[in-house]
T-cell receptor
Framework: AQKVTQAQTEISVVEKEDVTLDCVYE???????LFWYKQPPSGELVFLIR??????QNEISGRYSWNFQKSTSSFNFTITASQVVDSAVYFC???????????FGSGTQLTVLP | GAVVSQHPSWVICKSGTSVKIECRSL??????MFWYRQFPKQSLMLMAT?????????EQGVEKDKFLINHASLTLSTLTVTSAHPEDSSFYIC?????????????FGPGTRLLVL
Protein backbone atom coordinates (compact mmCIF):
# COMPACT_ATOMS: atom_id res chain seq x y z
CA ALA A 1 0.00 0.00 0.00
CA GLN A 2 1.14 3.53 -0.64
CA LYS A 3 0.10 6.75 0.99
CA VAL A 4 0.89 10.43 0.70
CA THR A 5 0.21 12.88 3.50
CA GLN A 6 0.07 16.62 3.09
CA ALA A 7 -0.68 17.82 6.58
CA GLN A 8 -1.05 21.48 5.62
CA THR A 9 -4.55 22.00 4.28
CA GLU A 10 -4.20 25.73 3.72
CA ILE A 11 -1.30 28.15 3.86
CA SER A 12 -1.48 31.89 3.47
CA VAL A 13 1.58 34.08 2.99
CA VAL A 14 2.31 37.60 1.92
CA GLU A 15 4.04 38.16 -1.38
CA LYS A 16 7.83 37.79 -1.33
CA GLU A 17 7.76 35.49 1.66
CA ASP A 18 9.27 32.02 1.37
CA VAL A 19 6.93 29.09 1.93
CA THR A 20 7.48 25.36 2.33
CA LEU A 21 4.87 22.75 1.53
CA ASP A 22 5.31 19.47 3.34
CA CYS A 23 4.86 16.01 1.90
CA VAL A 24 5.35 12.70 3.71
CA TYR A 25 4.98 9.41 1.89
CA GLU A 26 4.67 5.74 2.73
CA UNK A 27 5.62 2.82 0.57
CA UNK A 28 7.17 -0.59 1.03
CA UNK A 29 8.79 -0.53 -2.36
CA UNK A 30 12.41 0.43 -2.83
CA UNK A 31 11.77 1.83 -6.29
CA UNK A 32 9.33 4.68 -6.48
CA UNK A 33 8.76 8.10 -7.97
CA LEU A 34 7.61 11.26 -6.27
CA PHE A 35 5.88 14.16 -7.96
CA TRP A 36 4.61 17.62 -7.32
CA TYR A 37 1.76 19.08 -9.33
CA LYS A 38 0.24 22.55 -9.24
CA GLN A 39 -3.50 23.05 -9.76
CA PRO A 40 -4.41 26.70 -10.35
CA PRO A 41 -8.04 27.86 -10.16
CA SER A 42 -8.54 26.87 -13.80
CA GLY A 43 -8.26 23.25 -12.68
CA GLU A 44 -5.55 22.01 -14.99
CA LEU A 45 -2.81 20.05 -13.26
CA VAL A 46 0.65 21.33 -14.05
CA PHE A 47 3.58 18.96 -13.65
CA LEU A 48 6.37 20.51 -11.59
CA ILE A 49 8.88 17.80 -10.78
CA ARG A 50 9.54 14.08 -10.70
CA UNK A 51 12.06 12.41 -8.41
CA UNK A 52 13.03 8.75 -8.33
CA UNK A 53 13.90 6.96 -5.12
CA UNK A 54 17.55 6.55 -6.03
CA UNK A 55 18.22 10.21 -6.52
CA UNK A 56 18.26 12.15 -3.28
CA GLN A 57 19.86 15.20 -4.75
CA ASN A 58 17.90 18.29 -3.99
CA GLU A 59 16.75 20.27 -6.95
CA ILE A 60 16.32 23.94 -7.64
CA SER A 61 14.40 25.41 -10.52
CA GLY A 62 14.15 29.16 -10.37
CA ARG A 63 12.18 30.07 -7.27
CA TYR A 64 11.23 26.45 -6.68
CA SER A 65 13.29 23.94 -4.74
CA TRP A 66 12.65 20.43 -3.51
CA ASN A 67 14.15 18.63 -0.53
CA PHE A 68 13.99 14.84 -0.76
CA GLN A 69 14.87 13.04 2.47
CA LYS A 70 14.51 9.27 2.40
CA SER A 71 15.38 9.02 6.09
CA THR A 72 12.19 10.86 6.98
CA SER A 73 10.18 9.82 3.90
CA SER A 74 9.63 13.43 3.00
CA PHE A 75 9.65 15.38 -0.22
CA ASN A 76 9.11 19.01 0.68
CA PHE A 77 8.63 21.86 -1.74
CA THR A 78 9.81 25.41 -1.13
CA ILE A 79 8.83 28.50 -3.04
CA THR A 80 11.21 31.39 -2.55
CA ALA A 81 9.99 34.97 -2.82
CA SER A 82 6.41 33.88 -3.42
CA GLN A 83 4.22 35.69 -5.93
CA VAL A 84 0.47 36.06 -6.24
CA VAL A 85 0.55 33.81 -9.30
CA ASP A 86 1.81 31.00 -7.10
CA SER A 87 -1.63 30.82 -5.49
CA ALA A 88 -2.95 27.36 -6.26
CA VAL A 89 -3.50 23.93 -4.81
CA TYR A 90 -0.32 21.89 -4.76
CA PHE A 91 -0.41 18.11 -4.81
CA CYS A 92 2.33 15.72 -3.88
CA UNK A 93 2.01 12.27 -5.45
CA UNK A 94 3.70 8.88 -5.45
CA UNK A 95 4.07 5.99 -7.84
CA UNK A 96 5.72 2.88 -6.48
CA UNK A 97 6.50 -0.66 -7.41
CA UNK A 98 4.24 -2.51 -9.74
CA UNK A 99 1.19 -0.39 -8.98
CA UNK A 100 2.18 2.27 -11.51
CA UNK A 101 -0.71 4.39 -10.34
CA UNK A 102 -0.40 7.83 -8.89
CA UNK A 103 -1.44 8.18 -5.30
CA PHE A 104 -2.17 11.81 -4.49
CA GLY A 105 -1.94 13.63 -1.22
CA SER A 106 -4.92 15.68 -0.15
CA GLY A 107 -3.34 18.86 -1.46
CA THR A 108 -2.29 22.16 0.09
CA GLN A 109 -4.10 25.34 -0.84
CA LEU A 110 -1.53 28.11 -1.05
CA THR A 111 -2.73 31.68 -1.07
CA VAL A 112 -0.22 34.43 -1.70
CA LEU A 113 -1.53 37.82 -0.72
CA PRO A 114 -0.32 41.00 -2.41
CA GLY B 1 6.26 18.89 -24.58
CA ALA B 2 3.60 16.42 -23.63
CA VAL B 3 0.19 17.87 -24.27
CA VAL B 4 -3.06 16.22 -23.33
CA SER B 5 -6.37 17.66 -24.40
CA GLN B 6 -9.88 17.01 -23.15
CA HIS B 7 -13.15 17.75 -24.81
CA PRO B 8 -15.51 19.19 -23.85
CA SER B 9 -14.24 21.44 -21.08
CA TRP B 10 -17.75 22.07 -19.76
CA VAL B 11 -20.90 19.97 -19.93
CA ILE B 12 -24.34 20.73 -18.55
CA CYS B 13 -26.89 18.02 -19.11
CA LYS B 14 -30.20 16.77 -17.87
CA SER B 15 -30.48 13.86 -15.52
CA GLY B 16 -30.69 10.56 -17.38
CA THR B 17 -28.64 11.57 -20.40
CA SER B 18 -25.24 10.17 -21.32
CA VAL B 19 -22.14 12.28 -21.66
CA LYS B 20 -18.97 11.40 -23.53
CA ILE B 21 -15.63 12.96 -22.63
CA GLU B 22 -12.62 12.62 -24.90
CA CYS B 23 -9.00 12.58 -23.82
CA ARG B 24 -6.25 12.90 -26.41
CA SER B 25 -2.49 12.88 -26.22
CA LEU B 26 -1.53 15.37 -28.88
CA UNK B 27 2.18 14.94 -29.34
CA UNK B 28 2.98 11.53 -27.93
CA UNK B 29 1.66 8.01 -27.81
CA UNK B 30 0.09 6.86 -24.59
CA UNK B 31 -0.28 3.17 -23.92
CA UNK B 32 -1.96 3.95 -20.63
CA MET B 33 -4.47 6.62 -19.79
CA PHE B 34 -6.08 7.30 -16.44
CA TRP B 35 -9.40 8.82 -15.48
CA TYR B 36 -9.81 10.75 -12.27
CA ARG B 37 -12.68 12.48 -10.56
CA GLN B 38 -12.29 15.45 -8.29
CA PHE B 39 -14.98 16.91 -6.06
CA PRO B 40 -14.67 20.50 -4.80
CA LYS B 41 -11.82 21.02 -2.36
CA GLN B 42 -10.83 17.39 -2.53
CA SER B 43 -7.98 15.47 -4.04
CA LEU B 44 -8.06 13.51 -7.27
CA MET B 45 -9.52 10.06 -7.01
CA LEU B 46 -8.53 7.48 -9.58
CA MET B 47 -11.54 5.97 -11.29
CA ALA B 48 -9.96 3.65 -13.81
CA THR B 49 -6.84 2.76 -15.73
CA UNK B 50 -7.18 2.36 -19.45
CA UNK B 51 -4.75 0.45 -21.61
CA UNK B 52 -4.87 0.71 -25.37
CA UNK B 53 -6.71 -2.20 -26.91
CA UNK B 54 -7.84 -3.81 -23.68
CA UNK B 55 -10.53 -3.43 -21.06
CA UNK B 56 -10.16 -0.75 -18.46
CA UNK B 57 -9.35 -1.60 -14.87
CA UNK B 58 -11.74 0.09 -12.48
CA GLU B 59 -11.03 1.11 -8.93
CA GLN B 60 -13.11 -0.30 -6.14
CA GLY B 61 -16.47 1.39 -5.87
CA VAL B 62 -16.52 2.69 -9.45
CA GLU B 63 -19.35 1.24 -11.51
CA LYS B 64 -17.96 0.02 -14.80
CA ASP B 65 -21.40 -0.09 -16.39
CA LYS B 66 -21.96 3.53 -15.53
CA PHE B 67 -18.55 4.87 -16.50
CA LEU B 68 -17.71 3.31 -19.84
CA ILE B 69 -14.13 3.67 -20.93
CA ASN B 70 -12.79 3.03 -24.39
CA HIS B 71 -9.12 3.31 -25.35
CA ALA B 72 -9.20 2.52 -29.04
CA SER B 73 -5.91 4.08 -30.07
CA LEU B 74 -2.62 5.19 -28.62
CA THR B 75 -3.78 8.78 -28.56
CA LEU B 76 -7.44 8.63 -27.59
CA SER B 77 -9.45 7.44 -24.63
CA THR B 78 -13.09 8.21 -23.97
CA LEU B 79 -15.15 8.19 -20.80
CA THR B 80 -18.89 7.93 -21.15
CA VAL B 81 -21.02 8.72 -18.13
CA THR B 82 -24.21 6.80 -18.80
CA SER B 83 -27.56 7.91 -17.42
CA ALA B 84 -25.94 10.74 -15.53
CA HIS B 85 -27.44 11.90 -12.24
CA PRO B 86 -26.77 15.01 -10.17
CA GLU B 87 -24.39 13.11 -7.91
CA ASP B 88 -22.18 12.50 -10.96
CA SER B 89 -21.53 16.23 -11.18
CA SER B 90 -17.82 16.62 -10.74
CA PHE B 91 -14.54 17.59 -12.37
CA TYR B 92 -13.26 14.74 -14.53
CA ILE B 93 -9.59 14.71 -15.41
CA CYS B 94 -7.69 12.37 -17.65
CA UNK B 95 -3.98 11.76 -17.77
CA UNK B 96 -1.70 9.93 -20.15
CA UNK B 97 1.51 8.12 -19.53
CA UNK B 98 3.99 8.32 -22.35
CA UNK B 99 4.68 4.97 -24.03
CA UNK B 100 8.16 3.66 -23.33
CA UNK B 101 8.97 6.65 -21.22
CA UNK B 102 10.09 4.65 -18.22
CA UNK B 103 9.77 7.76 -16.15
CA UNK B 104 6.27 7.12 -14.85
CA UNK B 105 5.23 10.69 -15.42
CA UNK B 106 1.58 11.30 -16.12
CA UNK B 107 0.55 14.34 -18.10
CA PHE B 108 -2.86 15.70 -17.32
CA GLY B 109 -5.59 17.12 -19.47
CA PRO B 110 -7.30 20.39 -18.56
CA GLY B 111 -10.31 18.60 -17.12
CA THR B 112 -14.02 18.50 -17.88
CA ARG B 113 -16.56 20.02 -15.54
CA LEU B 114 -19.80 18.07 -15.60
CA LEU B 115 -23.00 19.49 -14.15
CA VAL B 116 -26.03 17.24 -14.17
CA LEU B 117 -29.31 19.02 -13.56
Amino acid sequence: AQKVTQAQTEISVVEKEDVTLDCVYETRDTTYYLFWYKQPPSGELVFLIRRNSFDEQNEISGRYSWNFQKSTSSFNFTITASQVVDSAVYFCALVSGSARQLTFGSGTQLTVLP
Amino acid sequence: GAVVSQHPSWVICKSGTSVKIECRSLDFQATTMFWYRQFPKQSLMLMATSNEGSKATYEQGVEKDKFLINHASLTLSTLTVTSAHPEDSSFYICSARRAGGGQETQYFGPGTRLLVL
